[in-house]
């Protein structure tokens, strides 16, 4: 039976370190001085490179030097086998960015954002990344821009604090959940598009 426990993970870059490292010591705490965007309740789909945050954080989602935020965790891979926000080929990537391998039968994402996979003919589980979520002292600090998505205005008053799901006030990730609501319907400013059924990296992983 293949082995599951996050102990078995095979490092492929020295980032396992520093992402169990961080985890490990993380104590989750709950923020109760500043209310966020509303925090929706979650909806099951039972799919891999689904993810709802469950307390305060955002995605962090990178396009053409820009990051942008988002409480909307229904991820694709791209053609290149990265966790992408929105069409596979807009370009819009979950950062820091995460490359699924090829041949990989099973994704697991874990509530500290630790991410790893399970492989054709590999009996032990790959590391493949860490998720990392950004809290901000004050949501007047973001502004929307459709799609779900938010970027830091130009006059924010502090920069948001990136780290792993559990620590520094930041929820936890929980994998097969979508939150009800968090898909905005403001103008789409970014020019996303969805992404068709049949798109061959649309499959979903379980």
């Known amino acids: 039976m293949r082995a599951k426990s996050s102990i078995g993970l095979r490092a492929r870059t020295g980032l396992v370190l520093i992402c169990l490292g961080i985890c490990a010591a993380c104590v989750l705490k709950t923020r109760t001085d500043k209310s966020f965007e509303s925090l929706g309740k ?31 965790g229904k991820f694709r891979l791209n053609a290149d086998r990265v966790i992408s926000f929105g069409a596979p080929e807009s370009g819009f990537a979950l950062s820091p960015i995460v490359n699924i391998p090829t041949q990989t039968t099973r994704i697991e994402i874990m509530r500290d954002g630790t991410i790893g996979v399970d492989r054709m003919y590999e009996q032990q589980r790959t590391f493949v990344g860490c998720l990392q979520l950004a ?36 929820g936890i990730v929980q994998q097969g959940l979508i939150e009800r609501g968090s898909d905005h319907s403001e103008s789409n400013s970014l020019s996303l598009k969805t992404a068709p059924l049949g798109h061959p990296d649309a499959i979903v992983l379980e």
């Open 42 to 72: 979650t909806i099951p789909t039972g799919k891999a490179l689904d993810l709802a945050i469950l307390g305060e954080g955002y995605f962090q989602i990178a396009h053409e030097g820009t990051t942008y935020y988002t409480r909307h």
């Open 135 to 170: 809290t901000f002292s004050s949501a007047d600090d973001l502004e929307p821009v459709g799609n779900g998505l938010f970027r830091l205005k130009e006059n924010a008053r502090s920069s948001p604090f990136v780290g792993n799901p559990g620590f520094h006030a930041a």
